[in-house]
């Protein structure tokens, strides 16, 4: 169960960094050479995303996002710290993440949503928290775990 | 690798026609410096674009709503926007999106430059 963990400050510019670590480290995990440009942009989908989060409600801890090599999986948590309304249910003072604005007028709305759909387009195993402390998705592949032992050359 | 962008006017069928060639990466990070290009283009009056995105690694949703965006505003003055990619995995966020059915996406500048509504 190795695992890698990386925080990186809500800023654009580091979205990169987190997808080129994530995908390394899914390469090294034995995940499928034709999925890696899937892992690269659900990553980076989901970064932009808590980046977007946390800029609009002004929280100023770091992003975390968590890669887990398991035995057969290889999966990627992206975590943000925007407190959630918690319960979908309703009863609860609705949480400050679904007040985060918009952005340029001009702009396309949901682009937020948009960046959700690409990563349920794109992943099969998907899943998507929010709570009190903040919200997670959860992404992860199957490992290629035969071709991982004869790829000691890459 | 940072966002490369560079315009010329080339002459269509159906009259001018701007290209704007896109390289590198356009993400959260660069996705601003293209929206900017677009704006300033329609607002010199450019409303006939086609984006060259050959020379593009990477492609997010962000990226998306820049070309979204642009598609808007050319439209407002009655203009195009028209894509020329032939890449698998960028046509594939295209199509996860459902934004095929939104861009004209072509094969070649030689083709989206001469093509006519």
């Known amino acids: 169960m190795a695992t890698v963990e990386l925080r990186f400050s809500a800023q654009p510019e580091h979205v990169r960094t987190a997808r080129l670590v994530a995908a390394a480290v899914a390469r090294r995990a034995g995940v499928d050479e034709a999925v890696l440009d899937e892992v690269r942009l659900a990553v980076g ?30 999966s990627i948590e992206v975590g943000d710290e925007v407190p959630g309304a918690g319960a979908e249910v309703g009863g609860g003072v609705p949480g400050a993440r679904a007040e985060a604005p918009a952005g340029d007028p001009d702009d396309v709305d949901g682009e937020d949503e948009m960046g959700l759909a690409v990563i349920r387009g794109l992943v099969d195993d998907v899943e998507v928290t929010v709570g009190e402390d903040g919200g997670t998705i959860r992404m992860s592949w199957p490992i290629a775990s035969v071709e991982a032992d004869a790829d000691i050359l890459s | 690798m940072d966002l490369s962008l560079s315009t010329r006017t080339v002459p269509g069928a159906g009259g001018d026609r701007t290209v704007v060639e896109v390289g590198g990466e356009i993400d959260v990070y660069t996705a601003p410096k293209l929206r900017e290009q677009l704006v300033e283009l329609v607002n010199d009056g450019s409303y006939h674009l086609v984006v ?48 095929t059915k939104v861009f004209p996406i072509h094969t070649s500048v030689d083709e989206a430059v001469n093509a006519v509504d």
């Open chain 1, 45 to 74: 989908e989901a970064c932009s995303r808590a980046v977007g989060l946390h800029r609009g409600n002004g929280v100023v801890t770091p992003i975390r996002v968590v890669l887990t090599e398991g035995e057969k999986t290889f």
């Open chain 2, 52 to 99: 060259d995105m050959e020379g593009v690694d990477f492609l997010d949703s962000t990226g998306l709503g820049v070309l979204v965006g642009g598609l808007k505003r050319v439209r407002a003055h009655e203009g195009s926007l028209r894509l020329v990619c032939n890449q698998e995995r960028i046509l594939k966020i295209f199509r996860i999106t459902g934004l």
